[in-house]
């Protein structure tokens, strides 16, 4: 599968940018215009962000609800699929360390699909929206991980 590198990341957020994680998720670009185009610039960043740039979900768990969806990592959350929408993008960090960015590709029910390549139950603590603090945390390089949204 092509991974779409029209991607959109956000330093500072909403409010005064204090909620932001240190690995936060983002938007396709293709998201972000027909999100625009739909409710305006300000309700559009709100369905992406918290009012201090925190994610819109978090998750922090060991899921063992992991399954392969047609070679995909397919996540049962109802509050992650919840807030979701295809085209937005989630950090995904394990133990605290990066591991990269992935992109929604659908939502159904309780389950979130990525286009992660399907691995088995680990545990991951996935950010889904909002916004780096600084413009010094958004650089992908400090943490020297592949990004296979960010570096495609």
Same mark, same amino acid.
Do not use: V
């Given at each position: 599968m092509t991974v779409e590198s029209n991607a959109m990341f956000f330093i500072g =957020?909403?409010?005064d940018g204090s909620g932001g994680p240190v690995f936060p998720g983002g938007c396709l670009k293709s998201w972000w215009d027909a999100k625009v185009i739909a409710v305006g610039e300000v309700s559009a960043l709100a369905a992406?962000?918290?009012?201090? =740039?925190?994610p819109i979900a978090v998750t922090d768990e060991v899921f063992s609800n992991i399954d392969n969806n047609g070679g995909f990592t397919r996540y049962e959350d109802a509050a992650l699929?919840?807030?979701a929408e295809v085209g937005m993008i989630l950090a995904y960090t394990a133990a605290g360390n990066p591991i990269g960015h992935f992109e929604v590709t659908n939502v159904t029910g309780d389950y979130v699909t990525t286009n992660e390549a399907y691995n088995s139950p680990a545990n991951y603590d996935l950010f889904l929206g909002g916004a780096y603090s600084t413009y010094v945390s958004a650089n992908h390089a400090t943490y020297g991980v592949p990004d296979p949204i960010i570096d495609h």
């Open positions: =957020g909403r409010g992406l962000m918290g009012a201090d =740039g925190e699929a919840a807030a």
